[in-house]
Nanobody, 115 residues
Framework: QVDLVESGGGLVQPGGSLRLSCAASGSIFSISIMGWYRQVPGKERELVAVTTSGGSTNYADSVKGRFIISRDNAKNTLYLQMNSLKPEDTAVYYC?????????WGQGTQVTVSS
């Protein structure tokens, strides 16, 4: 069992930055895939960025060049650095981890981009 807890969301003006964190209850070393997803009301949850234990990363086209995903195995934490935020980035952001045959989700953190 892995518990994931997101933090770092909030209200930010367009063009601003936020860093989301996802703290795992145990070691993330064995979690092969970790990623960030987001969801707005009435729409499906969508991939934002994903990273593997081998260090590869993948991003949604809408966030490429603005967001950076990283993981700190020593701190058992996944991060999402979000820069040049746009109103369309407003959503609830969720952390996801895949370990073996199991998938784990955090409870989500709200990000609102508005002036």
């Amino acid at each position: 069992q892995v518990d994931l807890v997101e933090s770092g969301g909030g209200l930010v003006q367009p063009g601003g930055s936020l860093r989301l964190s996802c703290a795992a209850s145990g070691s993330i070393f064995s979690i092969s895939i970790m990623g960030w997803y987001r969801q707005v009301p009435g729409k499906e949850r969508e991939l934002v960025a994903v990273t593997t234990s081998g260090g590869s990363t993948n991003y949604a086209d809408s966030v490429k060049g603005r967001f950076i995903i990283s993981r700190d195995n020593a701190k058992n934490t996944l991060y999402l650095q979000m820069n040049s935020l746009k109103p369309e980035d407003t959503a609830v952001y969720y952390c996801k981890g895949v370990k073996g045959w199991s998938t784990y989700w955090g409870q989500g953190t709200q990000v609102t981009v508005s002036s």
